[in-house]
């Protein structure tokens, strides 16, 4: 019925001279979205208005759903393109529209004209009124309701003209890759897919490291951070995931530190190493899954210990979040059900007893010089063998 979508974007339009790279960025993602399904498209930028014109036969759902994965975008607007071929056929076309488009034909509406061809003999108000007039006579049971109409119909009048009045929302945000790149410290938990997702919808691209801990850790524990990574590619574009094997690190710190700082230390760690590989890749910043409170490693004074060894900003998009809050996020973006699959994680395995709560810095690094021996080697080692997957 539709061959042809208006995409709606909000953000972008605020960027003044920069709108068109953002435009632009914004095709690109839609282009890379739509060659995952079947059909032909092109999607085209004209006066601010992009379009998707679907060429041959297509699947509507298909289509929406991935137009929708796509970041930067508010609404999705299956429209009717019409030759400008005078007022009468455009009556037709607009009879026409309304009994397919709503064919219960008993709504309330209001008829939203643009003349954007100043060419055209009839002006905005004018077509307003008229093609209302025209509705009102062909569906005696529908009402003008010019405040709150059920049925807001579009009519954009440009070279073509373009008829709508369904709007599917769209997630918002900014094309990917328009905001530099950043490291994401993706483990296997509910936390980290949700924070690396909201960073990628505000139109930075992804990378991510794992700390892998075999044989603490199991193939299948990597699998699913491999299979999260998937998920959040389908949105932010492939991500480069790095497989750190963390595990001489995690036995050293075991064997020459406080058990109650184990947390702290190893977490400073993993930040070191992951400012490693985000350095090397050209990242802005790192970002991790932590909320305030949420566990011993989470409060205020451990937030404070693990930015301390990163010289890069820390971003922690869920750090304000309730667990259920990031619950509900993880289940709208699919990360929930691969999060809650029972494997293990590095840190759980060698996770104290009472961990300390409010680490203080001093003591911390004075603990941590109980590694001077051995860990820039274990760190070098860590870093040459990790291991780098293309996850799409
Ligand atoms: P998540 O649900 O993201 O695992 P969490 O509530 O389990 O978070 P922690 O285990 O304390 O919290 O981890 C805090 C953050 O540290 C995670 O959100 C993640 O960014 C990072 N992190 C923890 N473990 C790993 C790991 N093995 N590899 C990479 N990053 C990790
Ligand atoms: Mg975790």
């Known amino acids: 019925m539709f061959k042809a979508f208006l995409i709606k974007y909000g ?25 995952k399904i079947e059909g032909e498209y092109l999607v085209t930028r004209d006066q601010g208005r992009i379009y998707v014109h679907c060429q041959s036969e297509y699947d509507y759902d298909e289509t ?7 970041f930067g975008i508010v ?28 064919p219960e034909a008993n709504q309330t509406f209001k008829v939203a004209a643009r003349r954007a061809n100043k060419a055209y003999p009839l002006n905005s108000m004018e077509l307003n009124c008229e093609l209302g007039g025209v509705i009102l006579d062909a569906f005696p049971e529908m009402k003008v309701d010019v405040h709150k109409p059920e049925i807001m119909l579009n009519v954009e009048v440009r070279q073509k003209i373009y008829i709508y009045s369904k709007v599917i929302p769209g997630l918002g945000g900014m094309p990917v890759g328009t905001n530099g790149k950043a490291m994401l410290l993706l483990s296997g938990g509910i936390d980290s897919p949700v924070a690396g997702w909201m960073i990628a919808k505000r139109g930075v691209k992804i990378d991510a490291v794992y700390f892998h801990a075999p044989p603490y850790t ?12 998937k998920q959040v590619a389908k949105y932010s574009g492939p991500i480069y995931l790095h497989v750190v094997n963390f595990t001489d690190i995690q036995l050293y710190i075991y064997d020459k530190c406080p058990h109650d700082e184990l947390t702290i230390i190893m977490r400073r760690y993993m930040m070191r190493i992951a400012e490693h590989f985000a350095k090397e890749t050209g990242c802005l910043g790192l970002i991790t899954g932590e909320s305030i409170g949420q566990v011993a490693s989470q409060t205020m004074q451990s937030l404070a210990a693990t930015d301390d060894v990163s010289t890069l900003p820390v971003y922690r998009p869920v750090i304000g979040f309730d667990k259920q809050d990031i619950v509900d996020v993880s289940l709208k973006i699919d990360t929930y059900e691969t999060s809650i699959l029972p494997y293990e994680d590095c840190c759980t395995i060698f996770v104290a007893k009472h961990p300390v709560t409010k680490p203080n810095l001093n003591v911390i690094r004075k603990s941590e010089r109980n590694l001077d021996e051995k860990i820039d080697a274990l760190m070098e080692e ?8 293309v996850v799409s």
């Open 11 to 35: 953000e972008i339009g605020l960027k003044g001279k920069n709108r068109h790279l953002f435009e632009d960025a914004l095709c690109k993602q839609i282009r890379h979205a739509l060659r």
């Open 382 to 389: 860590a870093i040459k063998t990790t291991e780098v997957l």
């Open 64 to 70: 929406v759903h991935a137009i929708g994965m796509v």
């Open 75 to 102: 609404g999705i607007c299956p429209v009717f393109i019409v030759e400008n071929t005078g007022f009468e056929d455009l009556k037709k076309d607009v009879i026409d529209y309304m009994r397919q488009v709503h």
């Open 218 to 229: 199991s193939e299948r524990a990597k699998q699913k951070v491999v299979d999260l990574a």
